[in-house]
């Protein structure tokens, strides 16, 4: 299902980790395209844990997989940047001794599900479009505070980053850097 095994994950991942404490993913897309950023991610969604390469198509069916609307039975498609940001993060926390997984808290929400979760925005990035593309996630880590997570998202200068007091932060592609607090 597109999973590799934790050895060479972490080969893969100390191999892109060289470079990406210096390089954004926007500098790397600007420099020679999404092939310079790793495309591995290490996630955990309930039960199920897997480590994904996302630029095959089974691994892009199964990450969409583990950021399924649960609730809904739905299956959208990740954004390949929200794919990018996250495996950049995970690949510059590797650079410095960290190999964590990413929780998932949420990835798709449908308008249904959507409506029903608590204090979700009506234009939530959440949400797929017209083509079933969605361009946010929820995630936390079981070792790497959320304030350091947050942060290094914002770092990567590529959408929204939203801190959340229930231990998890939110991040999107949108666009253009923005960022808020939970009360």
Avoid: K
């Avoid at 972490?10 to 990406?20: E, F, G, H, L």
């Avoid at 395209?33 to 069916?61: C, F, H, K, M, N």
């Avoid at 997570?149 to 229930?166: E, H, I, K, P």
């Amino acid at each position: 299902m597109g999973m590799i095994g934790r050895r060479a994950f972490c080969q893969m991942i100390a191999v892109a980790a060289a470079t990406a404490p210096f390089v954004s993913p926007n500098q790397a897309r600007a420099a020679g395209g999404p092939a310079r950023l790793p495309t591995i991610l290490w996630v955990r969604r309930a039960r199920d844990e897997a480590q994904i390469d996302y630029s095959t198509e089974e691994g892009y069916r199964a990450i969409a997989w583990m950021l399924r609307d649960v609730q809904a039975d739905v299956i959208g498609l990740p954004h390949e940047r929200l794919l990018d940001q996250w495996a950049w993060m995970q690949a510059w926390l590797a650079a410095y001794g960290y190999h964590v997984r990413f929780d998932i808290h949420s990835g798709l929400r449908t308008p249904a599900t959507n409506r029903s979760t608590e204090g979700a925005a009506l234009a939530s990035y959440h949400l797929p479009d017209t083509q079933g593309v969605f361009r946010a996630g929820d995630i936390s880590t079981p070792t790497i505070p959320n304030e350091y997570m947050g942060r290094l998202a914002w770092l990567s200068q590529q959408g929204g980053v939203g801190f959340y007091t229930r231990d998890f932060i939110h991040t999107d592609v949108r666009g253009y850097p923005v960022s808020w607090r939970s009360r």
